[in-house]
């Protein structure tokens, strides 16, 4: 649907965008799904008469050098891509159910159902973001599961905020008035009328808050809160590279550069996306 | 205004209710009972529940709640397991380091941002909007925390320009007065340990400062186009008036509004972008303390922090509300 909406009226800038982007997130999905096939080492196997090895570029057999314990960074660094991408997708997968379904119901029903989703909206929104999160680890402990809740904790409200706002447009066009004349349930004007025309824009914020949820996964990872420490992650990585940040560069930037090209692809993309579907939520930022 | 500030002051008194609520659950969930947590493995069960009976564990969940509320609302945060001190004074005492680092992050920010916003938005499709647009990218992109890391890898590891951790050189800074150094040594007259201040302050507030780079020069580029297309700006220009001074007089002002919200936004984001950017560079504030506590499973200190920030960025979001009126003199509540 995008490519055939990418045709020649695209203007150059955008093209650039789409491009971009497109090859970067299509080059992290080969990465996430391909891992274990392309990897050229076990990432958590340790030759500890290998440590702190410096890359060698296109010889040798370690192209991004090795880390305190051996272990080769490169392949860890694929290894963590598949980390990284399934946090994120599981987030934005979950937060956008949680987000539209109380998006939609709150601007449908309006009431009572409205004031509660709104007053919770409002307190989760609250919390400086990423500190919710950091409470919520904190509290419940590591692991898979609760970084995953940690990180929907606040993500879902993007969408509930949006949707919202849409469906109260939606709500009183011509064509619902006329299903609901025609006698049509309120779950079935939810899920045949409202739902489809909202899927454009959550798109474009499901995109944003992927770019937001991987740079939050790393940065709970950095502060050791993230998954247990055996997983590798481009946040783990980080955190045990900056403190070989004297002798060992490259421990330092490689995890930090596949955090960044990661984001940047992935909101190149959303811009380009939003820019197309939907050029109202320009201002909306990606925040 | 003043009874408008006063509504939306009451109405942040149920929000802040259920904040408490909420992280007072979180603490309940909390894997293992602060009793067994506290008292060494050798305590018998006898000392365990008369430890229980006299922290009021043994009392149900809603009484021990109401009590956790009222000593919370008068300020008295309990007693922190790591410092053996009240958790209000271990946080009174950070506290000055992450304000000098988060207002040093806002300076550098409004500094970048609006001019280069501003400058992208008079030649829109220029070489200069094109760099604007692709530094607001990189801002947005940038983890702060890997920021962080290649500025101390760059100028502290191989320029050796500047330092990588801390808030001063030992022995260079007068007595605290404010807690602030820059203040301090301001207030002083001592320029070494200002200059000593500074250079600590640079990088961190460097990278803190960079994603809200981002994320506000795109809000002023497109806030000043949008002011751009108003009538007034025909009439300023008609009058003969310098286009500079149509940009940043007439213009700027107007579109301030958004600029200013996304600033009150992301003090949010700087919040809790300084408890890692604390972490990258041992910056002595509250939020490399939070992570302290976390690790020491200090559940005290780490339930007051959470409660302190949240409260803190509530109050903020009040404040820029009521700054709306002062920009925007046609803004009545």
Known sequence: MVERAGGAWLPARLRIKVFAGGFIVFLLLVVGTLGPLIAPH????????????APTWFTGNHLLGTDNLGRDVLSRIIY?????????????????????????????LGGKADFAIQKLVEVMWAFPPLLLAIAILAFLGQGLFNLILALVAQRWIQYCRVVRGQTLALKNRDFVAATQALGASKARIICRHIVPNIVQTSLVVGTFAMASAIIAEASLSFLGLGVPPEI????????????????????????????????????????????MLDPRLKRAGSV | MAAYLVRRLLGTVPVLLLITLLVFLLLQAAPGDPASLLLSDETSAADVAEARRRWGLDQPVHVQYLKFITTAVTGDLGKSFRFAQPVSEVIAARLPAT????????????????????????????????????????????????L?????????????????????????????QTGLYFLDSLLQQNWPALKDALLHLTLPALALGTNMVGILMRVTRSSVLDALQEEYVVTAR?????????????VLRNALIPIVTVVGLELGALLSGSIIVETVFAWPGLGSLLITGIT?????????????????????????????????????Y
């Open chain 1, 80 to 108: 963590g891509a598949r980390v990284s991408l399934l946090v994120a997708f599981a987030v934005v997968v979950i937060s956008g159910f949680v987000g539209v379904s109380l998006g939609v119901i709150s601007g449908y």
């Open chain 2, 238 to 250: 008609a009058k003969g008036l310098a286009e500079r001074r149509v940009v940043w007089r007439h």
């Open chain 2, 296 to 332: 020491a499973r200090d559940y005290p200190l780490v339930t007051g922090l959470v409660l302190m920030y949240t409260a803190a960025f509530v109050i903020i979001n009040l404040a820029i509300d009521a700054l709306y009126g002062v920009i925007d003199p046609r803004i009545r």
């Open chain 2, 148 to 176: 962080g890391i290649m500025l101390i890898l760059l100028f502290a590891g191989q320029f050796h320009l500047l330092p990588s951790a801390g808030r001063s050189t030992y022995g260079v800074a007068g007595p605290e």
């Open chain 1, 42 to 53: 076990d990432p958590n196997v340790q030759q500890l008469r290998a440590t702190l090895k």
């Open chain 1, 232 to 275: 590798p992650t481009w946040g783990t990585m980080l955190a045990d590279g900056r403190i070989y940040i004297s002798t060992a560069w490259w421990l330092a930037l490689f995890p930090g550069l596949a955090i960044f090209l990661t984001v940047l692809g992935i909101n190149l993309l959303g811009d380009a996306l939003r820019d």
């Open chain 2, 99 to 146: 304000l000098e680092l988060a207002t040093a992050a806002i300076v550098v920010a409004i500094a970048l941002a609006i001019p280069l916003g501003v400058w992208a938005a008079a030649r829109p499709n220029s070489w200069v909007d094109n760099l604007g647009t692709g530094f607001g990218l990189f801002g947005i992109s940038m983890p702060n925390f890997w």
